[in-house]
T-cell receptor
Framework: KQEVTQIPAALSVPEGENLVLNCSFTDSAIYNLQWFRQDPGKGLTSLLLIQSSQREQTSGRLNASLDKSSGRSTLYIAASQPGDSATYLCAVVASNYQLIWGAGTKLIIKP | KAGVTQTPRYLIKTRGQQVTLSCSPISGHRSVSWYQQTPGQGLQFLFEYFSETQRNKGNFPGRFSGRQFSNSRSEMNVSTLELGDSALYLC???????????????FGPGTRLTVL
């Protein structure tokens, strides 16, 4: 059974810092891995999608990597801003085509 | 393009009642998925519909059901509500032109269901 774990559960850093969020999964048989952010009352926004054959994806200040063999992904946020404050969720499309979610990392960027 | 819309945004029901939630996908998107989010269990997949057919189903009891209409709009129904059904119900749509695994899902704001 696929399980997704995110560490840390919460993170508070001063504005301007670079930071890394971690995601791990137990079964390497995935189709893709996705990172989302969730803002209170606004649902989920897709940030990056990495296909199983890819190693990384970049969008602006965000960079996500994928290491299937070790069951790990990282989301790197450069030059963090207060607007980056949100809960970040990692999810994998498992072999049964279902999205399996991590519990999320709550990120607070202090001005 | 308008995003995914869900109605109603908030709902309060009592145990034993039933509820229907609605989701309108982004225009042109043919796949609609439903998720339940609770503080204890996090996000869990309920089911996915594509061209009016349920293509995938999560591990939820039969009280949870859904359907999709010819215009891709989808509804989910929960019968005989229990206190544990209190959750944020999220709907997501995707294009699914080239394959299930390649398409980004776009989420609606969710329906907050409270069961008293």
């Amino acid at each position: 059974k696929q399980e997704v774990t995110q560490i840390p559960a919460a993170l508070s850093v001063p504005e301007g810092e670079n930071l890394v969020l971690n995601c791990s999964f137990t079964d390497s048989a995935i189709y893709n891995l996705q990172w989302f952010r969730q803002d209170p009352g606004k649902g989920l926004t897709s940030l990056l999608l990495i296909q199983s054959s890819q190693r990384e994806q970049t969008s602006g200040r965000l960079n996500a990597s994928l290491d299937k063999s070790s069951g790990r992904s990282t989301l790197y946020i450069a030059a963090s801003q207060p607007g980056d404050s949100a809960t970040y969720l990692c999810a994998v499309v498992a072999s049964n085509y279902q999205l399996i979610w991590g519990a999320g990392t709550k990120l607070i960027i202090k001005p | 393009k308008a995003g995914v819309t869900q109605t109603p945004r908030y709902l309060i029901k009592t145990r034993g009642q039933q509820v229907t939630l609605s989701c309108s996908p982004i225009s042109g998107h043919r796949s609609v998925s439903w998720y339940q989010q609770t503080p204890g269990q996090g996000l869990q997949f309920l089911f996915e519909y594509f061209s009016e057919t349920q293509r995938n189903k999560g591990n939820f009891p039969g009280r949870f059901s859904g359907r999709q209409f010819s215009n891709s709009r989808s509804e989910m129904n929960v019968s005989t509500l229990e206190l544990g059904d209190s959750a944020l119900y999220l709907c997501a749509s995707s294009l699914l032109t080239s394959g299930r695994a390649e398409d980004t899902q776009y989420f609606g704001p969710g329906t907050r269901l409270t069961v008293l």
